[in-house]
């Protein structure tokens, strides 16, 4: 039985170049960029340009970027940065309920030092409203952290909307964007978006784990959480990630450039699964057409996530249930609860996400498989699942 990876949103296959650049990289450049003689000039180089490359796909300029281990290291030194550096002016900061864990727990440990939280609510599709971001901006508000994608419905948030309205009510309140989910699959533009901190991570849009950017807005200052060495405009102490970095600005640069044809192939595979699904008695769609391309949530009221995903790997079929870094939590999913879905929908989310490597073949063993498991699992759906 052959297998179809459809977890794309919890990490991608890294592009062959990748791999090569890496292991090029780590036999050719082991240097230290720090050091004084050529070995280290060399790899010092290695990372201006890898600087440059991953400047020019977001557009914006090197001095902005920031290498880091990935995007629970750049969403917690954006976040807990910025909150730190500017509570001199005020201890106010705002969020979703519906962030990745590295935001939200951000928040809660930022809480728990003190400072105010607004926890925004969406709507049952999952969205922000941003009249409401603007309106709990106050003078003492310094960071409002939204995601651009949600990672596990696919939710888009209104984020020029959102950066619009906050440069209106308050310039100062810095605007930090999870861009984890939508960089490669739709169109990113920072500066008009008026966002001034922005997180990315290098496995999902097919480069080498371990790896991420932070964009910091010029000007931008940050409190650094890692701290012993000049490295990164001395926001990040520590012995640059060479064969990782030069391997994720190429891939950065290859996911830029295939973006609008990934939209475009990825969409009608999308649009195509959810027609499907609409026909499964059972199934409550959390994902739509106006989601993000690459993800396809469902719930399956009355039969636990794992018990459907174990049944789908079985066919051959490798999904996942919410984020992956809270997956194996057996909770009810909070995003789903969020947006108004009852225990048992949340209890029971299903989350694909399509990669630029799935055919039409693939999407339909993929609805024979899902349409097979439904129909087995039918006679053994719990309604009332008791809350554990
Ligand atoms: N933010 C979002 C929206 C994500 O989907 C993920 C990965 N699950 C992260 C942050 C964390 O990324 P990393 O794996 O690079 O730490």
Redesign the pocket.
């Known amino acids: 039985m052959s297998l179809i990876y459809w977890d794309h949103?919890?990490s991608t296959p890294p592009y062959e170049d990748v791999i090569r650049i890496v292991s090029e990289v780590m036999k050719e450049h082991y240097g230290n960029p720090s050091s004084m003689h050529g070995l280290g000039e060399n790899a010092g180089k290695l990372i201006r340009r890898a600087r440059e490359g991953c400047a020019s796909s977001l557009g914006v300029k090197p001095a902005e970027i920031v290498f880091t281990s990935?995007?629970?290291?750049g969403?917690n030194m954006a976040i807990k940065g910025a909150a730190l550096q500017h509570m001199s002016r005020g201890k106010h900061i705002i969020t979703t309920e519906i962030e990745?864990a590295?935001?939200y727990e951000s928040f809660v440990q930022l809480q728990q030092w003190g400072f105010e939280v607004t926890f925004l609510p969406v709507n049952s599709r999952g969205e922000v409203d941003p009249v409401a971001v603007s309106s709990e901006i106050r003078k003492d508000t310094t960071l409002v952290s939204i995601?651009h994608?949600?990672?596990e419905t696919g939710t888009i948030q209104p984020i020029e909307a959102i950066g619009k309205l906050m440069k209106v009510k308050h310039p100062r309140t810095l605007f930090h964007v999870?861009g984890?989910?939508g960089f490669g699959k739709l169109s990113v533009d920072l500066r008009k978006w008026g966002v001034d901190l922005y997180?990315l991570?290098s496995?999902?849009f097919r480069g080498p784990?371990g790896v991420?950017v932070l964009y910091v807005r010029e000007g931008v200052a940050l409190t650094p959480l890692l701290t012993g060495g000049s490295q990164e405009q001395g926001l990040r102490a520590g012995t640059e990630n060479i064969p990782q970095i030069v391997a994720m600005a190429k891939a950065m640069r290859m996911t830029g450039e295939r973006q609008e044809t990934f939209h475009v192939r990825v969409s009608l595979l999308r649009n195509r699964l959810l027609q499907t699904l609409r026909e499964i008695p059972g199934i409550v769609l959390n994902s739509d057409e106006d989601s993000a391309p690459h993800i396809v949530n469902f719930s399956y009221p009355g039969m636990k996530s794992e018990v459907f995903v174990h049944a789908l790997e079985e066919m051959g079929m490798l999904v996942s249930t919410k984020?992956?870094?809270s997956s194996k939590l057996a909770e009810p999913s909070k995003v789903l609860l969020s947006m108004g879905r009852t225990f048992e929908e949340a209890s029971s989310g299903i989350r694909i996400s399509i990669g630029d490597c799935h055919t039409e073949d693939d999407i339909e063993q993929l609805e024979y498989a899902i349409r097979s498991v439904a129909e087995r699992l039918q006679p053994f759906l719990q309604r009332g699942m008791k809350r554990s």
Request: hydrophobic share 30%; charged share 15%.
């Open positions: 949103a919890a990935g995007a629970t290291e969403n990745h590295s935001v995601m994608v949600n990672n999870d984890v989910q997180t991570s496995h999902k784990k991420g984020s992956a870094c």
